[in-house]
């Protein structure tokens, strides 16, 4: 169907509070990735899906970073007693075949900003 | 410690003229390569990519050039139109024997086409 689908486009919570942000990939889509992108810098990796196992978690910052994908297409990533230094756009991609050999197709993003 | 730089952060280039965007890498085990273009308030798009067995993939006004050796890439379009003005993306992965890693992004490169 549609494209990537990322909600909320826009986030504002206080220091301390939990975050949840929702991906919706390419309808079939088997792999997913999350990525955090800084203000003036290309996206980082956080961590990757296949189907519904999390084969790669290596980019998650710290322990209170969370992400999730339990039937294998909608995933979630959780930020617990978020930081001012977890403000960034999280930005979901989505693509055909487990690898990333194949293009990752993006989503527009959720800007989350911590006060 | 960036394995993926771009190191113009702006290029202004004249409309109808050829656009070069430039990219390098330091991690020698990177074996695919992409080019995604991003507008303000948007993911990233999928351009163009270039596996390490090729050194050059054209698509239309699109051709990305390999140099394994000194491990540079760069992006052409030609002839460059107004709605080429966009921040793109250099983006390397060593995906291959079926593993997934996430993507490595450069900072990004801000191209103007002048009218």
């Known amino acids: 169907g549609a494209g990537v689908s990322q909600s909320p486009r826009y986030k504002v919570a206080k220091r301390g509070q939990d975050v949840a942000l929702r991906c919706d990939p390419i309808s079939g889509h088997v792999s997913l990735f999350w990525y955090q992108q800084a203000l003036g810098q290309g996206p980082e990796f956080l961590t990757y899906?296949?189907?519904?196992?999390?084969?790669?978690k290596s980019g998650l910052p710290s322990d209170r970073f969370f992400a999730e994908r339990p039937e294998g297409s909608v995933s979630t990533l959780k930020i617990q007693r978020t930081q001012q230094e977890d403000s960034a756009v999280y930005l979901c991609a989505s693509s055909g075949v487990g690898g990333a050999r194949w293009p990752q197709h993006f989503g527009d993003g959720t800007r989350l900003s911590i006060l | 410690d960036q394995q993926v730089k771009q190191n113009s952060p702006s290029l202004s280039v004249q409309e109808g003229r050829i656009s070069i965007l430039n990219c390098d890498y330091t991690?020698?085990?990177?074996?695919?390569f992409l080019w995604y273009k991003k507008y303000p308030a948007e993911g990233p798009t999928f351009l163009i990519s270039i596996s390490s067995i090729k050194d050059k993939n054209e698509d239309g006004r699109f051709t990305v050039f390999l140099n394994k050796s000194a491990k540079h890439l760069s992006l052409h379009i030609v002839p460059s139109q107004p709605g080429d003005s966009a921040v793109y993306f250099c983006?390397?992965?060593?995906?291959?024997?079926?593993?997934?890693?996430?993507?490595?992004f450069g900072k990004g490169t801000h191209l103007i086409i002048q009218p």
């Open positions: 899906f296949q189907n519904e196992a999390q084969l790669d």
């Open positions: 991690n020698s085990m990177f074996d695919y």
């Open positions: 983006a390397a992965s060593k995906g291959s024997g079926g593993g997934a890693d996430g993507l490595t």
